[in-house]
């Protein structure tokens, strides 16, 4: 089993930055990929960024390049991403998914593990 804990989060204005990350241990394996997703109120939980295991590949939602980095210390076993210029429409619950399978998985069933949820709320 995995587990995932995250933390960071809270309530900002906009064009201001939060840094959320999300901590794995148990059997994750050395390879597997981290992925961000999010879930606006009353919306459909979205994909936001991934990263491969050795951090030579990320993919981001076009709504968010530019202004959040995904990253990973794999010595600490810990993604983080990196949010910059939030806009209101960033608030949401973000969740930080792991696959053990997929080099750089975007969609949400596959990955295998979710953290617990944390909330990124934006004031206008």
């Known amino acids: 089993q995995v587990q995932l804990v995250q933390s960071g989060g809270g309530l900002v204005q906009a064009g201001g930055s939060l840094r959320l990350s999300c901590a794995a241990s148990?059997?994750?394996?050395?390879?597997?990929?981290m992925g961000w997703f999010r879930q606006p109120p009353g919306k459909e939980r979205e994909f936001v960024a991934a990263?491969?295991?050795?951090?030579?590949?990320?993919a981001y939602a076009d709504s968010v390049k530019g202004r959040f980095t995904i990253s990973r210390d794999n010595a600490m076993n810990t993604g983080y991403l990196q949010m910059n210029s939030l806009k209101p429409e960033d608030t949401a619950v973000y969740y930080c998914?792991?696959?053990?399978?997929?080099?750089?998985?975007?969609?949400?069933?596959?990955?295998?593990?979710w953290g617990q949820g944390t909330q990124v709320t934006v004031s206008s």
């Open positions: 998914g792991v696959d053990t399978i997929r080099f750089l998985p975007t969609t949400g069933p596959d990955y295998d593990y």
């Open positions: 148990g059997r994750t394996g050395k390879r597997y990929a």
């Open positions: 990263i491969s295991y050795n951090s030579g590949s990320a």
